[in-house]
């Protein structure tokens, strides 16, 4: 009787730190962090501002405009928000398949296309787009419209939670 406690008592205690390194190794999610999809993949995306432009680069220093994109949803496990693409092209066409392309009504975290999907990159309000650009600022932030030297297209509707406005 006495090692059947010994035994239980051992698998109650092993049953304590399985939960507590669960919780230590858990991914960080929006939902645990109180922050919303945006604000995580806002956060990202600001963190890599200065880091430079290469081509067919998906990070973590080095990007090309749609590896941005890429990083930024994959790094918080939303790529399923963006189709998993890695080209504008092909953002663009699953955006387009579902509906979710417009030239109006941006919101927090859709993406922005420019030209003949020739440039990509993430809305985050005021008529600003964070993207990679081929210059010296590599990642940088600014307006959607009358900057590049390319015609705005079209926004992607991720349907990703923002915040509260």
């Known amino acids: 009787m006495a090692s059947l406690r010994t035994f239980s008592a051992r698998l109650g205690l092993i049953a304590v730190f399985v939960a507590a390194f669960m919780q ?5 999610t929006a939902a645990s962090t109180g922050s919303t999809q945006y604000d995580l993949v806002y956060a990202t995306a600001h963190s890599k501002l200065g880091d430079q432009w290469k081509e067919r680069a998906t990070g973590p220093n080095l990007f090309d ?3 941005l994109v890429w990083y930024s949803f994959h790094q918080n496990d939303l790529q399923s928000f963006i189709g998993g693409y890695r080209s504008v092209a092909g953002y663009f066409n699953w955006f387009k398949q579902r509906g979710l ?3 109006t009504n941006p919101q927090l975290g859709d993406l922005v296309v420019w030209g003949n999907n020739q440039h990509v990159g993430i809305y985050i309000g005021d008529g600003q787009a964070i993207s990679t650009l081929v210059t010296k ?3 940088s932030i600014h307006p959607v419209k009358g900057y590049l030297g390319i015609k705005f297209k079209a926004y992607l509707h991720t349907q990703i939670t923002r915040p509260a406005s």
């Open 101 to 103: 392309v417009s030239k």
């Open 24 to 28: 230590v190794f858990a991914p960080v």
């Open 65 to 67: 405009c749609s590896g």
């Open 137 to 139: 600022s590599g990642v």
